[in-house]
């Protein structure tokens, strides 16, 4: 189970990361095309979802590999998960019930994360 725990782990963090620096560096209008969602929010706002994504990216593989702070790794997890369901509300309101699907997925995954690294396979 724990190497299973590692590799979601590498997958979260790869695809948070892509994402994060994605809405962290490119301009609103650009992004837009992409994810019709960011018309709801400021630019400092999309930027923010960014920077947390790409730290919680960070924090899912960081700690525990170096073993500095190995509690932050299930505490990322919790992070992505609460940011999950708020993208997942924000999808319902906009009517996108695919991306709705997508956020759920990465929110199980993150929530098993988080179980797992706070329960029976922490460090």
């Known amino acids: 189970m724990n190497v299973f725990l590692w590799i ?3 997958v979260l963090a790869g ?3 892509m994402a994060g620096v994605m ?3 490119q301009p609103k209008e650009k ?3 992409k994810l019709p969602w960011v ?4 630019p400092g706002t999309v930027r923010l979802i960014g ?3 790409f730290a919680a990216a960070l924090g899912l593989i960081l700690p525990a590999a170096t073993g500095i702070a190995p509690v932050l790794t299930p505490l990322a997890a919790t992070g992505l998960a609460i ?3 708020l993208a997942a509300l924000t ?3 906009r009517k996108e019930p695919s991306a709705i699907a997508f956020n759920a997925a990465l929110l199980i995954l993150a929530v098993l994360v988080a179980w797992g690294r706070f329960g029976p396979y922490s460090f």
Not at 39 to 42: I, R
């Open 8 to 10: 979601v782990q590498a």
């Open 15 to 17: 695809m948070f990361a």
């Open 23 to 25: 809405k962290s560096t």
């Open 31 to 33: 992004l837009a095309a």
């Open 39 to 42: 018309a709801d929010f400021s």
């Open 51 to 53: 920077v947390v994504e």
């Open 83 to 85: 940011t999950m369901l």
């Open 91 to 93: 999808h319902a309101r």
